[in-house]
């Protein structure tokens, strides 16, 4: 089993104030590990460690080859341990086992993706206006960096993090969610088994009062990355203006599904189920809010709940299984707020909005597919982020209509439509205001490709080249090779 501790300086350390806490199986609440609990006093220690490491043991100056195969190297020990993650990741999510190993692979492919990059920037030599200098552009490591990552998918969002940042030469304090810990103590250790200098990689566990705010709010912190809920990356911007440090935030999505009357029917019904009941709908991506135009929406609410009738739900360790619980107690009772806020403001309820019926499931936090329709643009199910399986389906008429409504919204994560015209694949792939759009497909994402959204789902990007350049500063060195003095101030220089 893994370690149960915080990873400071090379070490496995048990918290300062010895307290714990345990972590629980969303499928029946059972206790899975017990973990220590930092607090500020931890957190300030791993900063500490995080800032000599990059200022004075040489992490940055490391050779970039040499970094790379470091990442190279603990993308193979991932790979060796693929199954014990998927395990781990399943017991702490309650998802699937068979998602889990598919984000095993994911990630795998993250660390020798960024592991590929950390030698390939070696400066851009730009023109001088001058004669007899030289100017370049490079880019150097930003420096410590605080990693923040939710609990949806813990390991995943940590890669997303943690592979760029060492392959710029940063050095990082990871902070996962407190109640799905286990992979990122698990890839901590193989981080340690790989050979990563002490310092480099610190891991503290607790809670975002305590351990995230002071990663937010420390000067010796250069950068923080935080995925996550919105009000809570408004507090860490607010934070963050201590020293002014760099900020990246990835705060979520209500993301617009739209088919189109002429879209190839049977794959947009089976797309607008994988966009959603992945995971329980605990995705920011999820394709939650469906608009589908007039000509076909009555048969395409047919058969949707046709389908949604037929999801296995159940424990992630099940073959059978299709979906699994919901994160915990305190988010299944969030869900079934905003099930009862949309009854409450006329949607439809036309299949779910309960917990299942099923005695064998009756301790672990499970809600049924729910489908609503008659829902509205102004309705607070289709205006915010539920994060739970559940489908709202809006009626339109037009394109027009549909993007301006699909727009109206204070997120810009991602959004998909479904349509056989290229021309108006043109038209809604310029119109759309989001960080990602998919034409004839939905949640699609892949490591060379960055991913971010407009508006308030956050700033900056994560994966692809932008990704990695996400943890680097740009430094203009500029020569100049002539022998005569500038003689401005008229100095005889005879």
Not at 249 to 271: H, M, Q, R, S, W
Not at 449 to 462: D, H, I, N, V
Request: with cysteine; charged share 25%.
């Amino acid at each position: 089993m893994i370690s149960g501790k915080l990873y400071i300086n090379g070490q496995w350390v048990d918290s300062r104030s010895g307290n714990e806490r345990k972590i629980l199986n969303p499928f029946d609440a059972s206790v899975i590990a017990t973990v220590a609990e930092g607090d500020r006093e931890d957190t300030r220690a791993a900063i500490t460690a995080a800032r000599r490491a990059f200022d004075e043991s040489g992490w940055p100056q490391t050779p970039a080859s040499e970094r790379a195969r470091l990442l190279f190297k603990l993308g193979d020990l991932i790979e060796r341990d693929r199954e014990e993650l998927a395990r781990l990741e399943s017991l702490d999510t309650g998802k699937t086992v068979e998602e889990s190993r598919w984000d095993m692979e994911d990630i795998e492919g993250i660390f020798r993706y960024f592991a590929g990059l950390a030698d390939k920037d070696g400066g851009e030599i730009i023109a001088s206006p001058n004669p007899d200098s030289t100017s370049m552009v490079i880019r150097e490591p930003v420096g410590v960096c605080g990693q923040i990552s939710p609990w949806n998918y813990p390991l995943l969002q940590a890669s997303w993090k943690m592979a760029p940042a060492l392959a710029a030469g940063c050095t990082i304090v990871m902070k996962p969610s407190e109640i799905t810990p286990l992979t990122t103590l698990k890839v901590t250790e193989l981080a340690e088994e790989a050979g990563f200098p002490a310092g480099v990689v610190n891991t503290v566990l607790g809670p975002g009062p305590e351990v995230g705010a002071e990663l937010s709010e420390n000067n010796d912190v250069d950068l923080i990355s935080f995925t996550g809920g919105i009000a809570t990356g408004k507090t860490i911007m607010r934070a963050a203006t201590g020293n002014v440090k760099k900020v990246a935030l990835e705060l979520g999505g209500k993301n617009p599904n739209i088919i189109f009357d002429d879209a190839d029917f049977d794959v947009a019904v089976d797309y607008a189920l994988n966009g959603v009941f992945f995971h329980a709908g605990q995705i920011c991506s999820a394709g939650a809010r469906v608009m589908v135009q007039k000509g076909i929406h009555d048969r395409f609410v047919e058969a949707l709940q046709g389908r949604m009738e037929k999801i296995v739900v159940g424990n992630g360790f099940d073959k059978k299984t299709q979906m699994g619980p919901l994160i915990s107690a305190e988010h299944l009772a969030k869900v079934e707020g905003y099930v009862n806020i949309a009854k409450n403001e006329g949607a439809k309820l036309v299949l779910g909005g309960k917990r299942p019926d099923d005695a064998a499931l009756e301790n672990g936090y499970f809600y049924r597919p729910t489908l609503f329709t008659e829902c509205e643009n102004n309705m607070r199910i289709v205006q915010e982020e539920v994060f739970g399986p559940i489908i709202t389906i809006e009626k339109f008429s037009t394109e027009e209509e549909v993007i301006k409504r699909a727009n109206d919204t204070i997120y810009g994560l991602s959004a998909g439509f479904w349509t056989r015209d290229p021309d108006r694949i043109e038209r809604v792939s310029k119109a759309l205001r989001f960080g990602t759009v998919w034409a004839n497909d939905f949640n699609v994402y892949f490591v060379q490709a960055p991913w971010g959204g407009y508006k308030q789902s956050g700033l900056g990007r994560e994966l692809g080249k932008i990704g990695l350049e996400e943890y680097t500063e740009v430094k203009h060195i500029y020569r100049n090779h002539a022998t005569q003095p500038f003689n401005w101030f008229g100095v005889d220089n005879e």
